[in-house]
């Protein structure tokens, strides 16, 4: 978790135990007894404290100051929590512990929104449905990649940049090797593999089963859900060539209790200050309907 020098005391750090391993969780309390709360799932891979830590701890501030109380936690592996790393398909355990441990110390709570970006929002995706207590995820561009979707996406990109001058200013400056470029090119189209591995590196097919956890979760959910997605972001870009190429897809993501937004300047994890406040501003406005 993001340690602070000047903590407000609204801010309850602790620990619970999930099979034998102990996590760390945190609670933004609220004034009032709001009966609805939100739970953040922190993404996997690499994180530190300054970068995706640090935008959790502000939109718990911002949403718990609205009158939400907010769980953030570390699942095993991840952050300050023990435990070996599962991978985001396999952490249905840790959010539940997360859910029971959020209800016992905060007993107004009784209905619960996920928060999720990049795998953590795949990992609510899949899981959401097996928690009565849950009414509601919020996604920001979902982990949904594959050989296929990175292919079309890096295709779609290519496209795009044959149509602007400032590509064809670079090439005529030479800057651009398009010998290399197009060798580069060819090799990846032959060697192709999925930008990141699931849990298992060697399985070139270890993606096809967590998109159909994600589908079959998304289409058990009885809640609602509001997909942020970013218009610099290449996994959003991989999101929209799955939607274009999968009519279950586009089925479940358009069903009228869904909602979509676009940030068109944001990139995958809304690093710049506008991108973040737009994020915060659409969660908050959001999260209130649902109160």
């Known amino acids: ?10 801010e309850i750090p602790f620990a619970f135990d999930c099979e034998g391993s102990t996590l760390i969780g945190v609670i933004h309390q609220a004034t009032g007894k709001s009966e609805l709360g939100l739970l953040t799932i922190v993404a996997g891979g690499p994180q530190y404290r300054g970068g995706c830590g640090r935008q959790l701890v502000e939109l718990a501030r911002r949403i718990s100051s609205e009158g939400v109380p907010v769980m ?12 070996a790393f599962r991978g985001f398909e396999h952490i249905q355990m840790d959010i539940r512990r997360a859910i029971e441990e959020f209800r016992d110390r905060a007993p107004s709570v009784k ?18 449905f097996t928690f009565p207590e849950v009414v509601g995820i919020i996604a920001s561009n979902p982990w949904i990649t594959t050989e296929e979707t990175t292919t079309l ?31 580069a090119a060819l090799k990846r189209r032959g060697t192709n593999r999925p930008a990141r591995s699931t849990t298992d590196v060697n399985n070139a097919a270890a993606a096809k089963p967590y998109l159909e956890l994600m589908l079959d979760g998304l289409n058990h959910f009885r809640g609602t859900v509001l997909f942020v997605m970013s218009g610099r972001s290449l996994t959003s870009s991989q ?30 994890t809304f690093s710049s200050r506008v991108g973040r406040e737009a994020l915060l501003d659409v969660a908050s406005t959001w999260i209130g309907q649902l109160k």
């Not at 953030?72 to 435990?83: I, V």
């Not at 996406?153 to 197009?182: D, P």
């Open 239 to 268: 999101f929209d060539e799955l939607l274009q190429s999968d009519n279950r897809w586009l089925d479940a993501v358009g069903n009228n209790r869904n909602q979509r937004i676009d940030i068109a300047d944001a990139d995958q």
């Open 111 to 128: 209905r619960i929104i996920l928060w999720g970006g990049c795998d953590a929002a795949s990992a609510a995706l899949i899981n959401a």
């Open 1 to 10: 978790m993001t340690p602070e020098s000047a903590k407000p005391a609204s």
């Open 72 to 83: 953030r936690f570390d699942h095993r592996g991840l952050g300050d929590s023990a435990g």
């Open 153 to 183: 996406a890096r295709q779609k990109h290519y496209r795009s940049r044959l149509l602007q001058m400032s590509f064809w200013l670079k090439v005529l400056r030479m800057e651009y090797n398009i010998l290399e470029y197009t060798a």
